[in-house]
C-alpha cells in the first residue's frame, strides 16, 4: 500500500491525467489477465511450488476457445466449457506430477510450459482467429460508473480475488493450504491429505487460467496463440510483490492484488510521462528482487 501510495502522489505530480477516473479504469483493465493469471499462482506458491506453465495454458486455452467457437460452430457456453476443461487438465497433470510422483514444481511446470506452448502452435496453424462471436467478447463491454466507464472484465477479476480470499481465509480447505506450504510432514502427522490438497491446488489454479484465456480473448477481440505467452513472469513478480513468500505458507491473495496494481500503475505512469518501456522492466525487476530480499530477512529474523 506504501509503494503504491507514493507511486500515485509521484505520477500525479508528473501528469495531470494521472488520477482521471478513465485512467484509473484501463489500469485494472490493463492487469485483469495478469492479476487473473497470479491468483492461480499465490495458491500454486503458497504451497511452496511454482508454476511456469500458466502463461502458456492460458495461450492454449484462449485458442482452444475462440477455435472451438469459430472453426467448428459449437455453442460459446460449450466451447468455454471445453476450454476450461482443457486447463484444468493442465493444472491436474502437474498436480499430479508434483503430488504423486513428487517431482520438483520447477522442473515439472517447466516442462507443461513447453507442452502448451508447443500445442498452442500446433493446433492455431500459427493462425490468428478473428471474427469472434459477440458472447465471447462480452467482458470487454462497460457499465457507467459515475463519469467512468468499467469493463465486466474489470468486476470479474475482483470478483475472483474476493472469492479466492474467502476460500483461503475462511475455509478449512484454505487453511489446509497455509498448512501444507509451511511445513508438509507436520500437515501430514496432523491429519492433513496432502497429496489431495497439492492435487486440487493445481487444478484450480489450470481452472483459473481458463478464466483468465476468456479475459484475455475479451481484451484482444481475437484467438492470438501469441498472446499471454511471457505472462508467467508477471504473474510470478505480481505474487511476490504482494508479499506472498516463494517458501510457502505465507501471504495472501489480496497482496497479490496490490501487487498487480504496482505494476499497473508503475508502466501506466511511466508511458503517461513519456519514459521509455525498457524503464518499466528495469523498475519491476529491482523491486521483485526488493521484494523477495524483504520475505529472505523476515524469515532470518523470525529463527
Known sequence: MIAILIAVVYFTAQSDRFLAGDNFSLIVQQ????????????????????????????????????KLAVDTGLPVPLAILLGLALTAAFGLLNGALVSL???????????????????????????????????????????????TDITYGSVAMLVLFAITWYGLRL????????????NPEAA???????????????????????????????RTGVGDPNAG?????????????GGTSL?????????????????????????????????QTLITGILVIAAVAVDQLNRRRQK
Open 31 to 66: 492487469v485483469m489477465v495478469v492479476g487473473t493469471l497470479a491468483i492461480g499462482q499465490t495458491l500454486i506458491i503458497l504451497t511452496a511450488g511454482i508454476d511456469l506453465s500458466n502463461g502458456a495454458v492460458m495461450a492454449l486455452g484462449n485458442i482452444a476457445i475462440t
Open 101 to 147: 510422483i513428487k517431482l520438483p514444481p520447477f522442473i515439472v511446470t517447466l516442462g507443461t510450459y513447453g507442452i502448451a506452448f508447443a500445442l498452442t502452435h500446433i493446433y492455431s496453424q500459427e493462425q490468428t482467429i478473428s471474427g469472434l462471436p459477440d458472447a465471447l467478447t462480452f467482458f470487454d463491454k462497460t457499465f457507467p460508473l459515475g463519469e
Open 171 to 182: 475455509t478449512a480447505a484454505g487453511r489446509h493450504v497455509y498448512a501444507v506450504g509451511n
Open 188 to 218: 501430514r502427522l496432523s491429519g492433513i491429505d496432502t497429496r489431495r490438497v497439492l492435487l486440487a491446488v493445481y487444478t484450480v489454479a489450470g481452472l483459473i487460467y481458463g478464466l483468465a484465456a476468456l479475459l484475455l480473448v475479451a
Open 229 to 241: 505467452q511471457t505472462d508467467n513472469l508477471d504473474s510470478i513478480t505480481a505474487v511476490v510483490l
Open 247 to 279: 517458501f510457502g505458507g505465507r501471504g495472501s491473495v489480496i497482496g497479490t492484488l496490490l501487487g498487480a496494481l504496482i505494476v499497473g500503475i508503475i508502466r501506466n505512469g511511466l508511458q503517461l510521462t513519456g519514459v521509455p518501456s525498457i524503464y
